[in-house]
């Protein structure tokens, strides 16, 4: 009745080596996902170009095409382990899921000027919101992600300036400030999300730099209709 | 800044930037949004604490019985061994009414969302139950056996909160990964074991273990780098255990039994002076 030790090793050494296959099903359409990521990472980053900003709404839904791919992916991968063991692969695709929560809600923000809720980003993505569900979007990840956002808007704030948008800056301000004070609100562990919200204070001291420097300048009001830019920048720099 | 807050004030006190936008924001869908995200990270924590805590004492209670149990190998084969190994499995039975515990702050949850959480505690009992195994019935306890022995009713639990229905019982299911971890542990307290029986003149003992020792190598050699990291960063270990009851049958079978005592000691303190890295303070 009782189990030999070689039979016993045996046992487990096969449970592993099927545990090794679905991590390497998994990890194949991962990358996949990550390819997928990067060409909607490509198009999103052409806001940033002085000709992106009258683009931005074609560029937005050229990358809503793009999240087609991705729900297909994501809809693949969900086939490749059993649902309810999610967390034990869940390193596997952490990575790519927070870089696409991020995109979903760079799209969102270009599009509405608002913070993409959960619910959205999950349907961008076509996954669940709640574990019970099946495959879902862990509100970590979400989190990451719009702290990953958080940093191409500051970014965003420098370029709009140089493409002579004064009042976009303003807006990712209010829209920065705003996030700040809720994620004020979370009890962050000492964990990886800590150490990126930490860095969120970076962003909103750079967007107010940016605001700073356009409000001395009476930029800010002027909207930059009537604005002389060069005569602008010829002082501080 | 501190790394865990318990009350809104101090936070609020420190922060100017949430003063300035307090009446505006605290309306707003972004924080009325976070609030909910604020539970969810409370709630996963809070649970995450309680298991670690839960851990622990499965960590200590494993390890007293550990000790209890090599007890009954040091004093031989004395009339009192069998009192020993009862003794062994009743704290054995606290230990699993605490991964009972375990069990039920999981229930519905994924088990691997905190299964580093508890995974330290599980793997101190599978030593101890498998030690204890060991001594009774000289082979090793395979995973379904202990996972047999960890199947919980509902009725006792559970009744002050909800009226249960009587569902299926709750279980725990020791990973195999936990499980090989545990193993690798126990040859450590094999090897202990294997000293103080050769202290008590016991010749027979020795051999057995460094048989049985040999198998349980043979098996996480076979098995390699299949399994998790910890695994192959415990075979060090396991090697050197193995290598100290090989030299000591080897004593045992050139010297006869007639080896002074003193001289085994020199054998089992010529590689390492025994490393127990693992045994912490109890």
């Known amino acids: 009745a009782a189990m030999s030790v070689t039979e016993m090793f045996s046992y487990i050494q096969g449970s592993l080596s099927a545990d090794q296959d679905v991590r390497e099903e998994i990890r194949k359409v991962v990358q996949t996902l990550e390819q997928a990521a990067r060409e909607i990472l490509t198009v999103l980053q052409s806001v940033h170009q002085p000709s992106g900003f009258k683009e931005i709404p074609s560029k937005c839904a050229k990358a809503r095409e793009l999240f087609c791919t991705v729900r297909t992916q994501l809809g693949e991968l969900k086939t490749k382990f059993p649902v309810e063991q999610y967390y034990r692969f869940h390193e596997h695709w952490r990575f790519v899921l927070q870089r696409l929560a991020f995109l979903a809600a760079f799209v969102v923000y270009l599009e509405t000027e608002t913070l993409v809720v959960r619910e959205e980003v999950a349907k961008i993505l076509g996954i669940q919101v709640v574990r019970e569900k099946g495959f879902h979007l862990d509100v970590e990840d979400y989190l990451a992600g719009v702290l990953i956002m958080a940093s191409e808007l500051s970014r965003l704030a420098v370029n709009s300036v140089t493409a002579g948008d004064y009042t976009r800056p303003l807006r990712i301000s209010n829209f920065i400030n705003e996030l700040d004070s809720g994620f004020r609100l979370l009890n962050l562990k000492n964990d990886p999300l800590r150490k990126r919200y930490d860095g969120l204070k970076y962003d909103v001291k750079k967007i107010e730099e940016v605001v700073y420097d356009l409000s001395i300048r009476g930029l800010a009001k002027d909207a930059g209709d009537n604005v002389n830019v060069g005569g602008v920048w010829a002082g501080p720099e | ?282």
Do not use: W
């Open chain 2, 1 to 282: 800044m501190n790394r865990r807050e318990g009350e809104a004030c101090p936070r609020r006190n420190a922060d100017a930037a949430l003063d300035r936008d307090a009446g505006a924001a605290s309306s707003s869908p972004v924080v009325a949004a976070f609030k909910v995200f604020q539970q969810e990270l409370d709630t996963k924590h809070d649970k995450h604490e309680r298991l670690v805590k839960i851990s622990r004492d499965v960590t200590i209670e494993s390890k007293r019985t550990i000790f209890l149990l090599h007890r009954v190998t040091r004093v031989g084969s004395v009339p009192n061994a069998e009192d020993i190994l009862k003794e062994a499995e009743v704290k054995l039975d606290a230990v699993r009414q605490k991964i009972g515990q375990i069990a039920e702050e999981l229930r519905g949850e994924d088990l691997f969302q905190f299964h580093r959480a508890f995974t330290p505690g599980i793997q101190e009992y599978v030593e101890a139950v498998s030690f204890l195994h060991y001594i009774r019935h000289r082979g090793l306890i395979s995973l379904e056996e202990i996972n047999a022995r960890l199947v919980f009713s509902t009725a006792e639990k559970g009744t002050a909160e909800e009226p249960q229905t009587a569902g299926p019982a709750l279980t725990f299911q020791v990973t195999p990964s936990d499980y090989l971890l545990g193993v690798a542990d126990l040859t450590g307290e094999l090897m202990r074991m294997c000293i103080s029986s050769v202290g008590n003149g016991d010749i027979d003992t020795p051999f057995q273990l460094s048989q049985f020792l040999r198998q349980i190598h043979d098996g996480f050699s076979y098995i390699g780098n299949t399994g998790p990291y910890e695994v192959s960063k415990k075979l060090h270990t396991l090697r050197q255990s193995l290598g100290k009851v090989e030299d000591a049958c080897y004593a045992l079978r050139v010297r006869g039994s007639e080896i002074p005592k003193h001289m085994l000691a020199d054998v089992f303190s010529s590689r390492t002076a025994l490393p127990d890295p693992e045994e912490g303070v109890v």
